[in-house]
């Protein structure tokens, strides 16, 4: 027998069904908000990310699945959205259509993380990501539309995190007083110590020494980012959107800028994010495009999936019906009769129509479906079906003539 790989994983019913129906609602949100799907590949070069994402972050440094094909290229199995939906926007000129272009992508990412409860080496995620606005209403705007999807799911038991990062003049002046300040710690953990120099921003989302941080200085915006900040509050205030500020969420990912962002559950233990995102006005130029701002999350479905579980509904999986044939010489006109209701919408199942009425009942009854159509020699002559209803057991025969319309006015 050959097992999955560590990290990797079959998703089983009920458990897939729960993932369709985020995607489902996702889906609807975003058609609402004037999001269009754009599919990136699953395999880009290495490059991309590492100089997207950055190359002092976790994930180029320890968690990126790269390789190199038969034509010696080094490639990778993307990590996370971004970097491909910005691309594809560079490459395919989707500039040139509007000033503001609004996409959301849905499927799998990689990363070699050590496996553990919500967090798998190969996962989902959904994300959106808007082009070309500057302004702290599109910020506000990917927060509510987020913050909307997860509510839709069930999920109330979350909260949300902001914090702004500044621009790059913040972020140099500040990293000079961050590097002087972490320098008179002589205790933090030997990752930290290794980011002091190369990424000290990132010393603030260490969960080992966020205690020991306590009297760390904040960044002091400079106006223009200041005035964003404000102003994507005000806007969050008035859209009636709770949210806390947290001055340590700083994100791993290299290109962020200004606001950043997190919706946080205290239900998952150690991974207590359930989405995350936040503004990237350098990204496009960076990689090659114009000078386009942006701004974008990306949520993860896994996580999502694990918190819907327990008061997932997930009923609709049964068939609304279920034929039964008491003899393989009534097949045909069995097999008719499902097909007639399936053309008429109606959620139909049968099993092996050959086998025995009692193989055939035990499988209705497994199946949890309203009713049993049965099918026998009366019936057969009759041009009629026998409707069981299996939960009060009660049984009455019609022409098969008048059965979609009783099925209609009972389902």
């Known amino acids: 027998m050959i097992n999955t790989i560590r990290g990797f994983r079959d998703i089983l019913p009920p458990n897939s069904s729960i993932f369709s129906k985020i995607e489902e609602i996702a889906r609807e949100i975003f058609k609402i908000y004037n999001y269009t799907e754009l599919r990136i590949p699953t395999v880009e070069y290495q490059e991309l990310f590492i100089k997207s994402t950055g190359e002092t972050t976790d994930i180029v440094e320890k968690e990126m699945y790269s390789f190199n094909d038969q034509s010696d290229r080094l490639l990778a199995l993307r990590p996370e959205g971004t970097p491909g939906i910005v691309r594809a926007y560079i490459n395919n000129n989707l500039g040139q259509n509007s000033k503001n272009s609004k996409f959301y992508y849905m499927g799998n990412m990689f990363r070699a993380e050590r496996p553990q409860a919500g967090r798998f080496r190969e996962f989902e995620q959904i994300g959106a990501e808007k082009l070309g606005d500057p302004s702290s209403y599109s910020d506000a705007e990917l927060i509510i539309m987020l913050n909307e999807i997860i509510l839709q799911t069930g999920i109330k038991d979350f909260d949300i995190e902001i914090n702004s990062i500044g621009c ?6 500040y990293r000079e007083t961050l590097i002087a ?23 603030l989302d260490c969960k080992i020494d966020r205690d ?6 904040a960044i002091n915006l400079c106006n223009q980012c200041l005035e964003h900040h404000n102003n994507l509050k005000k806007t969050l205030d008035i859209s009636k959107v709770k949210y806390n500020e947290n001055r ?4 791993g990912l290299d290109y962020y800028t200004r606001t950043v962002f997190e919706f946080k559950t205290n239900m998952l233990g150690s991974q207590d994010a359930i989405a995350a995102g936040g503004r990237y006005d350098n990204l496009v130029k960076s990689m090659g495009g114009q000078d386009i701002p942006g701004t974008g999350w990306a949520m993860g479905v896994d996580r999502l999936a694990i918190l819907m579980e327990k008061n ?4 609709f999986l ?22 007639a209701l399936r053309k008429e919408k109606i959620s139909t199942d049968f099993t092996n129509l050959f086998s025995g009425i009692k193989s055939q009942m035990r499988a209705a ?10 099918i026998g020699e009366d019936e057969f002559k009759e041009e009629s079906c026998s409707v069981k209803d299996m939960q009060n057991k009660t049984q009455i025969k019609i022409k098969k003539s008048e059965l979609i319309n009783y099925l209609r006015e009972k389902l």
């Not at 790059?168 to 002046?173: D, G, I, L, Q």
């Not at 300040?181 to 010393?203: F, G, H, M, S």
């Not at 020991?212 to 200085?217: G, M, V």
């Not at 997932?312 to 009923?315: G, K, V």
């Open 168 to 173: 790059s003049e913040c972020r140099k002046k």
């Open 365 to 374: 009854d497994k199946s949890n479906a309203k009713y049993a159509i049965i």
């Open 212 to 217: 020991k941080l306590k009297d760390i200085p």
């Open 318 to 339: 049964n068939p609304e019906v279920f034929i039964v044939c008491m003899d393989k010489k009534y097949a045909d006109y069995s097999f008719t009769i499902i097909n």
């Open 181 to 203: 300040y972490l320098k008179t710690k002589k205790d933090l953990c030997q990752q930290c110590q290794n980011r002091i120099e190369r990424n000290p921003l990132r010393v």
């Open 248 to 251: 340590f969420l700083v994100r």
């Open 312 to 315: 997932f509904d997930n009923s």
